[in-house]
């Protein structure tokens, strides 16, 4: 059963419009929430968190929402820039957890020029 | 800043072969690490993880085990390996004890045929 879900395998947008990647959880007791960036034959870098008790988070482009009645949060991404396609990993963890990660399948995402 | 090394990049093994996977971290000490694997069409599934020298959990029963003989070393094994082993095996590290895995090596592509 999986508790982290991103149900968009793969999403493409135009240069300099807005991405917007979901994700779903199931578990009321996460209570942080991370998005990983992955290019091919590389490992995952950290992106954006957000704690439980906000419900929004941003760092410059990027701009996390957390949406803890509907469990689901997302990350928006504006203007969306080439550079920004690769795969997208949501996570979550909850207090106590050691910060062991529970991770969505991911989202490619591809920005055409 | 921290950095990990994982090695090797891809590795093509056999059958009931054994396996080593290293990984070294640089630039903090007294992390926590993770093993994490991606099998085909799933997400990161975390194996172990280790808190100190000596010291490791296990996420999910398998035929892999780990080890973590330095402060910065944490290495993960088999003797026998099965083909449903097959993934991308990524490292990770926790600097500082932070409830974040900010970190990941560039990953490992094991197929074993």
């Known amino acids: 059963d999986q508790q982290v879900k991103q149900n968009s395998p793969s999403l493409s947008v135009q240069e300099g419009r807005i991405s917007i990647l979901n994700c779903d959880y199931t578990?009321?007791?996460?209570?942080?929430f991370l998005w990983y960036k992955k290019y091919p034959a590389e490992g995952p870098t950290f992106l954006i968190s957000?704690?439980?008790?906000?419900d929004k988070n941003e760092d410059g482009r990027f701009t996390v929402f957390l949406n803890k009645s509907a469990k689901h949060l997302s990350l928006h991404i504006v203007p969306s820039q080439p550079g920004d396609s690769a795969v997208y990993f949501c996570?979550?963890?909850?207090?106590?957890?050691?910060?062991?990660?529970?991770f969505g399948k991911g989202t490619k995402l591809s920005v055409k020029p | 800043s921290q950095t990990i090394h994982q090695w090797p990049a891809t590795l093509v093994q056999p059958v009931g072969s054994p396996l080593s996977l290293e990984c070294t971290v640089e630039?903090?000490?007294?992390?926590?690490l993770y093993w994490y694997r991606q099998a085909a069409g799933r997400g990161l599934q975390l194996l172990f993880y280790?808190?100190?020298?000596?010291?490791i959990s296990s996420e999910v029963p398998q035929n892999l085990s780990a080890s973590r003989p330095q402060d910065r070393q944490f290495i993960l094994s088999s003797k026998k390996l099965l083909l449903s082993d097959s993934g991308f095996y990524l490292c990770?590290?926790?600097?500082?004890?932070?409830?974040?895995?900010?970190?990941f090596g560039q990953g490992t592509r094991l197929t074993v045929v």
């Open positions: 990770a590290c926790d600097p500082g004890g932070r409830r974040t895995v900010s970190f």
């Open positions: 957000i704690s439980s008790i906000k």
């Open positions: 996570a979550a963890c909850f207090r106590g957890s050691q910060g062991n990660l529970i």
């Open positions: 578990n009321s007791m996460f209570d942080y």
């Open positions: 280790s808190v100190g020298i000596g010291q």
């Open positions: 630039g903090t000490s007294n992390p926590n």
